[in-house]
């Protein structure tokens, strides 16, 4: 990911989007019908494009941005201090509707505010791979650490 990443801002292109979803067909056993069927994200989706934002933030020379996952101001503040330049909201905005975008700028700028940031510039990619006190934390040898940690609620 990140060598295609580089390769692509090598090649020219001045901004990546990260991870653009795609509507899958699905077919109607009944009707026998090939048709479109859209499954909104959750913020549970989000984890694929901070990961990667984070790590590509100050090794490539694009603009960043997020799709796939955020919904509320805390999902668009965890992908700006990853380092995305933007995020996008479409499946938010299609369940709450454009009004929903006031909200989330509100607070954004609350959360900014009660912790002394000036800027949302100031802001971006302060947890990124290179500025996060624990770079391994977006590496694969987090994931056993992630498993090792796991405790059931079952037991």
Not at 76 to 81: A, G, N, R
Not at 107 to 130: A, F, H, N, P
Request: charged letters at 20%; aromatic letters at 6%; proline letters at 3%.
């Amino acid at each position: 990911m990140a060598n295609m990443a580089v390769r692509l801002a090598g090649a020219g292109a001045s901004g990546l989007v990260l991870f653009n979803r795609f509507v899958q067909p699905d077919i109607l056993l009944d009707e026998l019908e090939v048709a479109p069927h859209l499954v909104l994200s959750t913020s549970d989706e989000l984890r694929l494009a901070l990961r990667w934002i984070a790590i590509l933030r100050g090794r490539v020379r694009a603009s960043l941005a997020a799709t796939g996952g955020a919904h509320t101001a805390e999902d668009v503040l965890k992908l700006l201090l990853a380092g995305a330049d933007c995020v996008m909201l479409a499946s938010s905005l299609l369940r709450k509707g454009p009004t929903h975008v006031a909200a989330v700028i509100s607070s954004i700028e609350k959360w900014m505010t009660e912790r002394e940031y000036v800027s949302v510039e100031q802001m971006k990619g302060s947890l990124s791979q290179q500025a996060c006190p624990d770079p391994a934390a977006f590496e694969r040898t987090n994931y056993m650490k992630a498993l090792t940690s796991y405790t059931s609620k079952l037991a």
